[in-house]
């Protein structure tokens, strides 16, 4: 195992790297203005380095690290397709980058366009009345569209209802969003084709109900067939269609949500329209909803005025209220915006279809190798099982390891928790033949190696800087201070 401290150790006496301007005031001046408690009594043991040997540690720190501009990121469910540089180009453009988000309306004209101008594209690719760009997270979107559901229901006098309907392949922050908005979850099973059943809706619906929560393609990347009958029967039910949108790279310019019979869905920005993410953010989750409920939306709504200006309306008594500081992450909004304007209706509608053929292709390259659960036609990912492994000592989690040795990320593992040893593959658009065609043989391999070699895979990673973690441990003992031996 490599010796973390060549890595990290870099200072030496004598080096220096900068230089501090020239006092204005004496030392002991200075001194006098701290309070006696808050003066160091010995020297800060800074380290003594050079600028070129800093620069040097982070960006081999960066390339370390591995992200969607370094290889292949196949990560299910969070559709980590390239990000084309014009987009951060668009955003960083000084008349954004440096607006202030107090600043008079009359001086951000732009950027209110643009705000207004992507609600009305979202709303178009949707088929949704309205949309507000405000939420800054998949989760947040969920957020938002609960509780509108609430404030609907309310209207109506049926605030007594506190039910939400989800199937278990529902995305993990589904259940969560709907128990912190304290709603009660009502989880639904799946039939042998991986989809949702519309009598098992049927059966779980009652007038207790606020609405339904549901991904459509589900998270095993197959599209729900009876979703114009499942949310019929919500409807009639008098409840509310939620649709996650976080699987929107599927269907893009094919299917609209809205037109049959979806309420309400966020957008994830981050992923569909391509927006650099991971690490926990920052995001995008616009909500979009039938033109029903866009009273509801969060405030303030960006509208166009008579006289061809655009400003802020907070006068929205129905408005669930505010969701983030200011009006969200307004550069993330630029680069929705340039990805959609440049691609057009066409060029959208082209991404889905490659996201599928993707899927479709890579799916039936490793179908001989791993168990597959639903062989029926995939959506944009698909998901693989490593029972076969696992039955000769070699774990989902041994071979997301052992993919890190030959540069590819591990796709999404264990999840949906419905299919053992789960391995949720999401390849994008973005990617060539020839990233497919290296994924699917470094696969075979280490299927391969799995039945001849099982302990190269379950000691892996080997190539990596550093080698495999006591995950155990790590996760009871989180401590990520470096500390010398």
């Not at 957020?143 to 209207?155: D, K, P, Y």
């Not at 599927?250 to 049959?260: C, K, Q, S, W």
Request: net charge negative; with cysteine; glycine share 8%.
């Amino acid at each position: 195992m490599r010796d973390n401290r060549v890595i990290y150790e870099k200072a030496a006496e004598g080096r220096n790297g900068y230089g501090t301007p020239a006092l204005q005031r004496s030392a002991e001046e200075l001194l006098s203005i701290l309070p006696v408690d808050a003066r160091r009594t010995n020297d800060a043991a800074l380290p003594e380095i050079d600028e070129p040997t800093v620069m040097r540690h982070f960006v081999n720190m960066s390339t370390t690290n591995h992200h969607i501009d370094k290889g292949f990121y196949p990560l299910g469910s969070c559709t980590m397709k390239y990000n084309p540089k014009r987009n951060d180009i668009a955003a960083s453009h000084p008349g954004f980058a440096n607006l202030h988000p107090l600043q008079p309306e009359e001086t951000a004209q732009g950027a209110l366009q643009i705000i207004f101008d992507l609600e009305a594209l979202l709303c178009e690719v949707s088929g949704f009345g309205a949309t507000s760009v405000q939420p800054v997270a998949g989760a947040q979107g969920e957020f938002t569209g609960l509780a509108i559901m609430r404030a609907w229901q309310n209207e109506r006098g049926q605030g007594h209802r506190n039910k939400v309907i989800i199937p278990e392949s529902a995305h993990g922050t589904n259940p969560a969003t709907v128990t912190s908005m304290g709603f009660t979850v009502v989880q639904i099973k799946s039939n042998a084709e991986g989809l949702i059943d519309p009598d098992t809706v049927r059966a779980a619906m009652d007038d207790s109900v606020v609405g339904m929560m549901t991904t459509n393609p589900n998270t095993l990347g197959l599209f729900e067939t009876h979703i114009e009958e499942i949310a019929k029967i919500v409807h009639d039910g008098g409840g509310l269609m939620y649709m996650d949108g976080a699987n929107l790279n599927a269907h893009m310019g094919i299917f609209r949500p809205a037109d049959i019979g979806f309420d309400m869905m966020h957008f994830n920005l981050h992923k569909t329209f391509t927006i650099p993410h991971g690490g926990g953010g920052p995001g995008a989750g616009a909500v979009g909803v039938t033109k029903e409920l866009e009273k509801y939306l969060p405030a303030p709504r960006v509208t166009a005025t008579t006289d061809g200006t655009y400003r802020f309306d907070y006068d929205r008594p129905h408005a669930i209220g505010r969701l983030h500081a200011y009006f969200g992450n307004f550069a993330h909004m630029v680069r929705a915006y340039a990805y959609i304007r440049t691609l057009g209706g066409r060029g959208l509608r082209e991404v889905s279809e490659n996201a599928v053929i993707n899927a479709n292709y890579l799916k039936a390259k490793l179908v001989e190798d791993y168990d597959l659960p639903h062989p029926q036609p995939c959506m944009h990912e698909f998901v693989i099982s490593g029972n076969r492994q696992k039955k000769l000592g070699v774990k989902t989690a041994d071979i997301s390891k052992r993919l890190l040795d030959f540069g590819v990320h591990a796709p999404t593992n264990y999840f949906p928790l419905i299919v053992p040893e789960a391995m949720m593959i999401e390849p994008t658009e973005t990617e060539s033949k020839h990233t497919l065609d290296y994924f699917a043989q470094v696969m075979k391999q280490i299927a391969r190696e799995a039945e001849t070699n099982p302990d190269i895979v379950t000691s892996a990673p080997h190539d990596t800087p550093v080698r495999r973690m006591d995950e155990i441990t790590a996760a009871r003992q989180l401590d990520v201070a470096y500390l010398e031996d």
